[in-house]
């Protein structure tokens, strides 16, 4: 059974065999779980790493950590730590352990339990799985194996959905990112539960979690129609109808990230899903989107980038698609937004001078500045203040219209503007 071991990617192999050898230190049985499990045998490179221990997954993540002299975030209530061995590298702890929901849609209520029990409270049989490390044998209780063989999403008992409903949105994610179905049965459970309007009662901000992941996905747009059809939006607000438009938008959209990442790759890399997230909104009023933002817990830079860009669209179209605009001009509006708001709005509007002058700002303008400082005007006489501002923002603009290039041609200007004004 160890060409499951096999397959684990180089960069992960001496990570697992070093949890192995700790928990054999202290004799305890350590399973890899979860998605990782399920990608292994797909083939599919996945580098979430997640652990359950038959005894002190804490104590097991604490010696591991060590042993990399690396950082340990530990959740005493849940029995669980996660280790971060690189900023892009975690791996998960955890003891097993059997879940009970005291309410439909509550957190559950967490205790000791055996590998079956923590395999049991899984979302679906293809997450259901785990290989020990010492011989990498594979345990599947549920069909998860099988399950992968044909290509089914299932649910490992009926109150699943209404346990968790965040597992509604889960159920579509897999199905669309691996091309499988979710089975008759489950489907009839998750229609029930989406009926019963249960993913309205998850907490906002773990619908805003998952949410993220959905868009997050390499095909989104898949999940976003499988999601309409099968439970709509109301669950993110009552409001939010997703149309024909909104389709047309995501494709757009999505030509727009290609387009960025291929001819910007030295460019901080793009957040996609904000992207897709502004097209899910479109048809929202800036006052709900701001109240959406506000309910779901998004970060500031994700609330502005998404009310900018309805903030900004009407008057960027206005100006941008006029012929032989300013370059200044094209620099004073566009340099304050995010890559991610620039490319919503050349998404929204194909209009050739509109897309141009974009174009234009990426590859001339984006971050241009001045050769002189603070230093230069100093030496020229000019006293700290509001002044300064001006002076650098006329320079600049200047710049960016082709009447300077270099330093000395910055300082002449500027000792121009000072005659002008004495």
């Given at each position: 059974?160890e060409k499951y071991?096999?397959?684990?990617?180089?960069?992960?192999?001496g990570?697992?065999?070093?949890?192995?050898?700790?928990?054999?230190k202290?004799?305890?049985?350590a399973?890899l779980?979860?998605?990782?499990?399920?990608?292994?045998?797909?083939?599919?490179?996945?580098?979430?790493?997640?652990?359950?221990?038959a005894?002190?997954g804490?104590g097991l993540?604490?010696?591991?950590?060590?042993?990399?002299?690396?950082?340990?975030?530990?959740?005493?209530?849940?029995?669980?730590a996660?280790?971060?061995?690189?900023?892009?590298?975690?791996?998960?702890?955890?003891?097993?352990?059997?879940?009970?929901y005291?309410?439909?849609?509550?957190l559950p209520?967490?205790?000791?339990?055996?590998?079956k029990?923590?395999?049991?409270?899984r979302?679906?049989?293809?997450n259901?799985?785990?290989?020990?490390?010492?011989?990498?044998?594979?345990v599947?209780?549920?069909g998860?194996?099988?399950?992968?063989?044909?290509?089914?999403?299932?649910?490992?008992?009926?109150?699943?959905?209404?346990?968790?409903?965040?597992?509604i949105?889960?159920?579509?994610?897999f199905?669309?990112?691996?091309?499988?179905?979710?089975?008759?049965?489950?489907l009839?459970?998750l229609?029930?539960a989406?009926?019963?309007?249960?993913?309205?009662?998850?907490?906002?901000?773990?619908t805003r979690?998952?949410?993220i992941?959905?868009?997050?996905?390499?095909?989104?747009?898949?999940e976003?129609?499988?999601?309409e059809?099968?439970t709509g939006?109301?669950?993110?607000?009552?409001?939010?109808?997703?149309?024909?438009?909104?389709?047309?938008?995501?494709?757009?959209f999505?030509?727009?990230?290609?387009?960025?990442?291929?001819?910007?790759?030295?460019?901080?890399?793009?957040?996609?899903?904000?992207i897709?997230l502004?097209?899910?909104?479109?048809c929202?009023?800036?006052?709900?989107?701001?109240?959406i933002?506000a309910?779901l817990?998004?970060?500031?830079g994700?609330?502005?980038?998404t009310?900018?860009?309805?903030q900004?669209?009407?008057k960027?179209l206005?100006?941008?698609?006029?012929?032989?605009?300013?370059?200044a001009?094209?620099?004073?509006?566009?340099?304050p937004?995010?890559?991610?708001?620039?490319?919503a709005?050349?998404?929204?509007?194909?209009?050739?001078?509109?897309?141009?002058?974009?174009?234009?700002?990426?590859?001339?303008?984006?971050?241009?500045?001045?050769?002189?400082?603070?230093?230069?005007?100093?030496?020229?006489?000019v006293?700290?203040?509001?002044?300064y501002?001006e002076?650098?923002?006329?320079?600049?603009n200047?710049?960016?219209?082709?009447?300077?290039?270099?330093?000395?041609?910055?300082?002449a200007?500027?000792?121009?503007?000072?005659?002008?004004?004495s």
């Amino acid at each position: 059974m160890e060409k499951y071991l096999k397959k684990i990617p180089e960069e992960l192999k001496g990570l697992i065999n070093n949890v192995r050898d700790i928990a054999a230190k202290k004799n305890i049985k350590a399973y890899l779980v979860g998605g990782f499990v399920r990608d292994l045998i797909l083939g599919v490179k996945n580098l979430d790493l997640d652990i359950v221990s038959a005894g002190d997954g804490i104590g097991l993540a604490q010696d591991f950590a060590d042993a990399h002299g690396v950082k340990i975030t530990v959740h005493q209530q849940f029995g669980t730590a996660t280790v971060f061995v690189k900023p892009a590298l975690k791996v998960d702890f955890s003891s097993s352990r059997k879940e009970y929901y005291p309410q439909p849609a509550h957190l559950p209520l967490v205790q000791a339990g055996s590998l079956k029990d923590d395999l049991f409270r899984r979302d679906f049989t293809i997450n259901s799985m785990a290989i020990g490390l010492k011989d990498g044998s594979l345990v599947d209780y549920f069909g998860g194996l099988d399950d992968l063989r044909h290509k089914v999403i299932r649910v490992l008992h009926p109150l699943s959905f209404n346990d968790d409903p965040t597992r509604i949105l889960r159920a579509v994610r897999f199905e669309q990112r691996y091309n499988f179905k979710i089975e008759p049965r489950t489907l009839k459970l998750l229609k029930e539960a989406s009926r019963a309007r249960l993913l309205e009662r998850i907490h906002p901000h773990r619908t805003r979690d998952d949410l993220i992941l959905v868009l997050k996905e390499k095909e989104p747009i898949k999940e976003i129609r499988r999601i309409e059809k099968l439970t709509g939006f109301d669950f993110v607000s009552p409001k939010l109808k997703v149309n024909a438009r909104t389709y047309a938008l995501l494709r757009a959209f999505k030509k727009q990230i290609d387009y960025f990442n291929k001819n910007y790759t030295r460019r901080r890399p793009l957040d996609n899903w904000v992207i897709y997230l502004i097209a899910l909104l479109d048809c929202l009023d800036v006052k709900t989107t701001k109240g959406i933002c506000a309910r779901l817990g998004l970060r500031k830079g994700e609330e502005k980038r998404t009310v900018t860009y309805k903030q900004t669209k009407l008057k960027a179209l206005k100006y941008l698609s006029k012929a032989r605009v300013k370059p200044a001009k094209i620099f004073a509006l566009l340099e304050p937004l995010s890559y991610e708001t620039i490319l919503a709005l050349r998404g929204t509007y194909n209009h050739p001078l509109f897309r141009r002058n974009i174009t234009d700002f990426l590859d001339i303008y984006n971050g241009m500045r001045i050769f002189v400082s603070g230093n230069d005007l100093r030496g020229l006489g000019v006293l700290p203040g509001p002044r300064y501002q001006e002076i650098f923002t006329q320079v600049l603009n200047a710049k960016l219209n082709g009447r300077v290039k270099t330093k000395e041609e910055e300082l002449a200007l500027i000792k121009q503007l000072l005659r002008k004004r004495s």
